[in-house]
């Protein structure tokens, strides 16, 4: 997918050489860009330089780090926005940690420009296909389902004594799929089509395993699941009814 001579992205690195590049390469791809240093420049940007469609946001940052800063940005007003993180850490718990905290998807430095604009590609691209009844313009806020709630402002799966389950990205776009879509039978490529991207790769591309660890998080039973339901040479089915309501 070609990224739009309207998409606007902003830029938060505190290394001059690579805003300098990433700048000129995104620019000359059709892209309008604003580059900055810190957390509180990004904020400046997104009042005064907004709205964009994407944040590539670098993990390693002077003052609030890029994990703090993605945390933020999921429980305010630019909630909606997908998030690129980048990250010179290669240990799979940080990447994982990112993801939860909210980011769409994440680079490993050093990389190739190139690279960073298929990302880029990819994630609105997938932001763009969720159907309108996933995207953050909605009137509901909370989905209840058996002992559970899912705050879709926070983002956030919490438990009938107020304990917070934290999701990835993911995790949690596979959850809206199923309570937007109760006791109907979804197929693997439908799952998988709205959760690809670079978390799969972290499951094998197995929707299977992120059925698995999404069961884990809702604490169901896979030998006799009361919320997600495999059905055999289909797929699954979010069996339980779902109630939409605000708090």
């Not at 993180?85 to 990389?111: C, N, Q, S, W």
């Not at 995790?171 to 006791?183: A, K, S, T």
């Not at 919320?227 to 779902?242: A, C, D, N, P, Q």
Request: with cysteine.
């Amino acid at each position: 997918m070609q990224a739009k001579p309207s998409d606007h992205v902003l830029l938060v690195d505190d290394d001059r050489e690579i805003r300098s590049l990433l700048t000129e390469y995104l620019s000359r791809n059709g892209l309008r860009v604003v580059a900055v240093p810190t957390g509180r420049h990004m904020r400046a940007a997104l009042e005064e330089s907004g709205p964009f469609d994407l944040i590539i946001l670098d993990l390693m940052l002077p003052g609030e780090d890029g994990l703090t800063l993605c945390r933020d940005l999921r429980s305010g007003k630019h909630k909606a926005i997908p998030i690129l993180m980048l990250t010179a850490r290669g240990e799979e718990a940080d990447r994982i940690l990112g993801l939860e905290m909210g980011a769409d998807d994440y680079l490993v430095k050093p990389f190739a420009p190139r690279e960073l604009l298929a990302r880029l590609r990819s994630v609105l691209r997938r932001t763009r296909m969720l159907p309108p009844n996933m995207r953050e313009t909605e009137n509901t806020s909370v989905l209840a389902f058996g002992e559970w709630q899912l705050d879709t402002i926070a983002r956030q799966l919490v438990d009938a004594q107020d304990v917070v389950v934290p999701l990835s990205g993911a995790e949690y776009r596979l959850l809206r799929v199923f309570l937007d879509h109760p006791q109907k039978v979804l197929s693997r490529d439908q799952l998988l089509g709205l959760t690809q991207g670079r978390e799969a790769e972290l499951f094998e591309r197995s929707i299977d395993l992120l059925i698995s660890r999404l069961r884990q998080r809702l604490r169901d039973d896979a030998r006799e699941p009361r919320y997600i339901k495999t059905v055999r040479s289909e797929g699954y089915v979010f069996s339980t009814l779902v109630d939409k309501g605000s708090p």
